[in-house]
């Protein structure tokens, strides 16, 4: 079955789709659109997807650049959903050199900034985003959670190197989404 590739931010889907052209992965990626309305309105796949794209650290030790593969997704209005194949997805993803962190991803409406982060670390998040739960959670195939990490706790996407960053996040992007098209099938 052919990877179905799912990107919130058109940024991101351009990222996705130059990643597996260059590599010749078999994947169609769908730019989603950003946040739960657009999300919940994206058809569920039968077959096996990966939610890719940027997101934030709520935890210390993760730093911009680095890649969370979720073992579990959750929003406020959504339970949580297991990802068993997130181990293996992360250990594919070392193995091609990205510097890899496994855990629970919290979704969120809107930036999780100060405070908040830490309300989802106490929570168990070790990262947020604003999608996966609500495009995961009609969801009947395998699945992987990948976000690139551009902020964290102590380096907030507000600071004039925001823009480095997710030009960075996109390369990492276009560079792992090959490496999910061989694992997450």
Do not use: N
């Not at 919130?8 to 169609?28: C, D, N, S, V, Y």
């Not at 890719?52 to 959903?81: F, L």
């Amino acid at each position: 079955m052919t990877l179905v590739v799912l990107c919130p931010l058109a940024m991101e889907a351009r990222a996705a789709r130059r990643g597996t052209r260059r590599q010749g992965a078999g994947a169609t990626v769908v730019c989603t659109g950003m946040g739960p309305k657009p999300s919940r309105r994206v058809e569920p796949h039968d077959g096996p997807v990966a939610v890719v794209g940027m997101g934030g650290a709520v935890v210390d030790g993760i730093k911009p650049g680095d890649v969370v593969v979720a073992t579990e997704v959750s929003a406020a209005d959504v339970a949580p959903i297991g990802l068993p194949r997130a181990h293996a997805v992360a250990k594919s993803l070392e193995a091609a050199g990205f510097t890899v962190y496994a855990g629970p991803v919290a979704s969120v409406s809107e930036l999780a900034i100060g405070p908040r982060r830490q309300e989802l670390a106490d929570r168990g998040a070790v990262a947020v985003d604003m999608e996966s739960a609500w495009l995961l959670e009609h969801h009947r195939g395998s699945a992987a959670v990948v976000r690139v990490v551009t902020d964290t706790p102590s380096h907030e996407l507000r600071t004039v190197a925001a823009p480095s960053r997710i030009y960075r996040a996109l390369r990492t992007i276009r560079r792992l989404t090959p490496v999910l098209a061989k694992e997450v099938c």
